[in-house]
C-alpha cells in the first residue's frame, strides 16, 4: 500500500512540473509549484522514520512555502500596479527571481540546500538535485535580468566550490557540486534556451551515475569508501572518474557541457566572466581529487574474501554502462560529429 502512495505522490510531483512549465500564466505556474512541493514532502519521508528525514522535509516545507508567499505576493503586485507608476516595475522583476531563485537553491539563496540534502536517501537527493530544479529554472528563463544574475552566478560558483572543500559528507558535496552547477546553468540561460536545457540533461545524466553508484553501496561519507569489502579496485576506479566528470576534467563527458557554455562566453566577448568560472571549476575539481588520491594512496586494502554483493547483477550492468557513458561520452560525441 505504501509503495502504491509513493508511485501516486511521484506522479503528482511530475505532474506538478509539468503543469508550471506548460503554463501561460503565473498563477496557473504557482500552482503547479504547490502541486509539486506538496507531493514530494510525503517522498521525503518514505522508508524508515527518522529525525534528519523529518527534519529536511520541515525544512524545504517552510523555505518552499516562504519561497512561494514571495512569488505570489510580488506576481499579484505586478498584476495590480501594472498600469501605474507606483511600483517600479524592476523591483517586482527582482522579487519574482528571487523567489524562483530560492525554490532553485541557487546562491546567494542556498542556506537551505545542503541542509535539506543531509537529511534524504539518494533517490530523493537526486530527485532534488535534478528534476526540483525543472519549473524555477523554466520560470527564471523567462525573466532575465542580466545583472542580477551576473551576481547571481559569481556567488553560486564562489558558494559551490568553498562549500565543498571542507564536507565529510558525500550529500553536502553533491548538494554544493549541485550550486556550483547552477551557476553554469544561469551563465548558460544568458545566451540560449537550448545550451542550459542541454547542459541541465548532461548534469542530470552525469548526477544519475554517481548517485546510482552511491545508493547501491550505501555510502554517505567519506569514510565509508576506506573500509567496503565489496568495492574492489575497479569500482573505486570507475567512482571518481565519475566525479572527475561531474567536475568537468576534459577527457570526460562532464566537461562537453562546460566547453559549449565557454565557447559562447569567448563569442560574447565575456572574458571575465570566463576566467572566473574556470577558476572557480578548478577548486571543485580540487576536492574530487583530493577524495580519490586519499582513498587510492593512502587507505587502499586487499582482502583475501569477499562479502555477498548487496544489489543485484540488473543494478550493477545499468551502473557500469552508465559510468562507461560518462568517462567515454565525450570521445564518443566527437566521433559522431566527425562521421556526420
Given at each position: 500500500m505504501k509503495k502504491i502512495s509513493?508511485?501516486?505522490?511521484?506522479?503528482?510531483?511530475?505532474?506538478?512540473?509539468?503543469?508550471?512549465?506548460?503554463?501561460?500564466?503565473?498563477?496557473?505556474?504557482?500552482?503547479?509549484?504547490?502541486?509539486?512541493?506538496?507531493?514530494?514532502?510525503?517522498?521525503?519521508?518514505?522508508?524508515?522514520?527518522?529525525?534528519?528525514?523529518?527534519?529536511?522535509?520541515?525544512?524545504y516545507f517552510l523555505t518552499q512555502a516562504?519561497?512561494?508567499?514571495?512569488?505570489l505576493f510580488s506576481i499579484i503586485l505586478t498584476?495590480?500596479?501594472?498600469?501605474?507608476?507606483?511600483?517600479n516595475n524592476s523591483f517586482n522583476e527582482m522579487l519574482i527571481l528571487s523567489a524562483l531563485l530560492l525554490k532553485s537553491g541557487a546562491a546567494p539563496f542556498h542556506f537551505w540546500f545542503p541542509g535539506v540534502m543531509e537529511g534524504l536517501s539518494w533517490i530523493n537527493s537526486l530527485i532534488l538535485m535534478t528534476w526540483q530544479k525543472i519549473a524555477p529554472m523554466m520560470l527564471i528563463s523567462y525573466n532575465i535580468n542580466y545583472n542580477f544574475f551576473l551576481i547571481t552566478i559569481i556567488l553560486s560558483m564562489i558558494i559551490g566550490a568553498l562549500g565543498g572543500l571542507n564536507q565529510i559528507s558525500l550529500r553536502k558535496?553533491?548538494?554544493?557540486?549541485?550550486?556550483?552547477?547552477?551557476?553554469?546553468?544561469?551563465?548558460?540561460?544568458?545566451?540560449?534556451?537550448?545550451?542550459?536545457?542541454?547542459?541541465?540533461?548532461?548534469?542530470?545524466?552525469?548526477?544519475?551515475?554517481?548517485?546510482?553508484?552511491?545508493?547501491?553501496?550505501?555510502?554517505?561519507?567519506?569514510?565509508?569508501?576506506?573500509?567496503?569489502?565489496i568495492m574492489n579496485v575497479n569500482i573505486k576506479f570507475y567512482m571518481f572518474l565519475n566525479l572527475l566528470s561531474l567536475g568537468g576534467l576534459p577527457p570526460f563527458l562532464g566537461f562537453l557541457p562546460k566547453w559549449l557554455v565557454i565557447q559562447n562566453l569567448i563569442l560574447m566577448d565575456q572574458m571575465f566572466l570566463l576566467f572566473i568560472s574556470v577558476c572557480l571549476t578548478l577548486i571543485t575539481l580540487f576536492y574530487y581529487l583530493r577524495l580519490s588520491y586519499s582513498i587510492f594512496m593512502l587507505n587502499q586494502y586487499k582482502l583475501s574474501w569477499m562479502m555477498t554483493n548487496s544489489f543485484n547483477n540488473s543494478n550493477m550492468n545499468l551502473m557500469l554502462i552508465m559510468n562507461f557513458i560518462s568517462i567515454n561520452g565525450l570521445i564518443m560525441v566527437s566521433l559522431i560529429y566527425l562521421i556526420l
Open positions: 509513493n508511485n501516486i505522490f511521484l506522479i503528482m510531483l511530475i505532474f506538478g512540473s509539468l503543469i508550471t512549465i506548460s503554463s501561460n500564466s503565473w498563477f496557473s505556474a504557482w500552482m503547479g509549484l504547490e502541486i509539486n512541493l506538496l507531493s514530494f514532502i510525503p517522498l521525503m519521508n518514505e522508508g524508515k522514520k527518522n529525525l534528519m528525514a523529518s527534519e529536511s522535509s520541515l525544512k516562504f519561497a512561494s508567499s514571495i512569488l498584476l495590480l500596479f501594472f498600469n501605474f507608476n507606483w511600483i558535496l553533491m548538494a554544493f557540486s549541485s550550486i556550483n552547477h547552477l551557476g553554469w546553468m544561469l551563465m548558460a540561460m544568458m545566451y540560449s534556451e537550448l545550451l542550459w536545457l542541454s547542459y541541465f540533461m548532461f548534469y542530470s545524466f552525469l548526477s544519475i551515475s554517481i548517485v546510482i553508484m552511491f545508493n547501491n553501496f550505501n555510502l554517505f561519507y567519506f569514510n565509508q569508501i576506506f573500509n567496503i569489502p
